[in-house]
C-alpha cells in the first residue's frame, strides 16, 4: 500500500472511531485569565505570555489592568458576581485561568459571593461557551472546617469547597489547584510537592511565581491535569524538570 493510501486509511478510521490519530487534544492557544489585576493573577499573565499564549484578561478596573499588565493583552471588564458579563469575555477562548479570591470577609464581595457564587458563574459560562479547560486556583485546607482561617475570613475554606464543587459539576474539563499559603518570593528555588486529600501539612507555603508556572503547566498538558485536584508546596530539593510525568501521575477526582 502506498503511504498516502496507508495515510487515507488512518484517517478513514480516525473519522469512524471518533478519534484522532494522536491522544493529544488540538493545542490550547487563547487563555482567558480572571483575577488578573491579582497578585497571582499578574504572575499567570506573564508566564503565559513568555510560554506564548494569547492571553485575554478579565478584570473589574481597565485602566489598573492597562497600568499593571501592560499594552501586549486584550483586555475586558465584568465582575464574576455578574454572570452577564461573563459570554462575552470567553467567547473564542479555548482556557481560562481563575485566580480570583475575596477581597474583603463581609460586605458584597465577601467568600460566599466571589468564592463560591462567581466561581460557579464561571463554570456555568465556560460550560455554556465550550471551554476546552477551566485551571481554579483554589487553597489547601479547603476539607477542614475548624481550620482557623474560616472563622477569620468569612468561612472562606468552606465557600472555595463549594466552588470547586460547581466547577466538578459543571462538565468543562478542569484542574484544581490547592496552594499553601502565597509569598511573594522568587520561583524555581526549591522542590514543588504535589499531594491529594488536603492533608494538614503544617506550615506550608509556596511563592506565587510557582503556582503560575504551574496553573500554565495545566494547560501544557490538559490530558495529564484532567479533571484532578492536588495541593502544591514548596519544600527543599530539586525543582520538578517534568511536570507532563507529575501531573500524569495523579489520580482523577472520583466521576
Ligand atoms: N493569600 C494566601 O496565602 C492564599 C493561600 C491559598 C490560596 N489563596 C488563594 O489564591 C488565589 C490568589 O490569591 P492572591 O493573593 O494572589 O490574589 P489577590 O491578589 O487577592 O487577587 C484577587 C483577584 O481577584 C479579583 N476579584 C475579586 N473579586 C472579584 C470579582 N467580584 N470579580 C472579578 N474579579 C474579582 C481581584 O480583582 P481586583 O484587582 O479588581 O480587586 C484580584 O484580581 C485566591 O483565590 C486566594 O484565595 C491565597
Avoid at 176 to 198: T, Y
Wanted: proline share 6%; glycine share 10%; hydrophobic share 45%.
Amino acid at each position: 500500500m502506498s503511504i498516502d493510501r496507508r495515510a487515507l486509511l488512518v484517517l478513514l478510521l480516525a473519522l469512524v472511531c471518533g478519534c484522532s490519530a494522536t491522544a493529544r487534544p488540538p493545542a490550547i492557544g487563547k487563555v482567558l485569565v480572571v483575577g488578573a489585576t491579582g497578585q497571582t493573577g499578574r504572575l499567570v499573565v506573564r508566564e503565559l505570555q513568555r510560554q506564548g499564549f494569547t492571553v485575554r484578561a478579565f478584570v473589574r478596573d481597565a485602566e489598573k489592568a492597562r497600568r499593571l499588565l501592560g499594552d501586549e493583552l486584550e483586555i475586558v471588564t465584568g465582575d464574576v458576581k455578574d454572570p452577564a458579563s461573563l459570554p462575552a469575555a470567553m467567547a473564542g477562548m479555548d482556557a481560562l485561568i481563575s485566580a480570583i479570591g475575596a477581597r474583603s470577609a463581609t460586605g458584597p464581595d465577601r467568600p460566599e459571593k466571589v468564592d463560591f457564587e462567581g466561581v460557579r458563574n464561571l463554570a456555568q459560562a465556560a460550560a455554556k461557551a465550550g471551554l476546552r479547560h477551566f485551571v481554579l486556583v483554589s487553597s489547601m485546607g479547603v476539607t477542614h472546617e475548624d481550620h482557623p482561617l474560616n472563622k477569620m475570613f468569612g468561612d472562606v475554606l468552606i465557600w472555595k469547597a463549594r466552588g470547586e464543587q460547581a466547577l466538578r459539576a459543571s462538565g468543562v474539563p478542569y484542574t484544581i489547584i490547592r496552594p499553601g499559603g502565597l509569598v511573594n518570593e522568587a520561583g524555581g528555588q526549591g522542590r514543588l510537592v504535589v499531594v491529594q486529600g488536603d492533608p494538614q501539612v503544617g506550615r506550608a507555603t509556596v511563592p506565587r511565581a510557582d503556582l503560575a508556572t504551574v496553573c500554565v503547566a495545566a494547560l501544557f498538558y490538559p490530558e495529564a491535569s484532567r479533571n484532578k485536584t492536588f495541593e502544591l508546596y514548596r519544600s527543599d530539593g530539586e525543582p520538578v524538570s517534568d511536570w507532563q510525568a507529575v501531573l500524569a501521575a495523579l489520580a482523577p477526582d472520583p466521576a
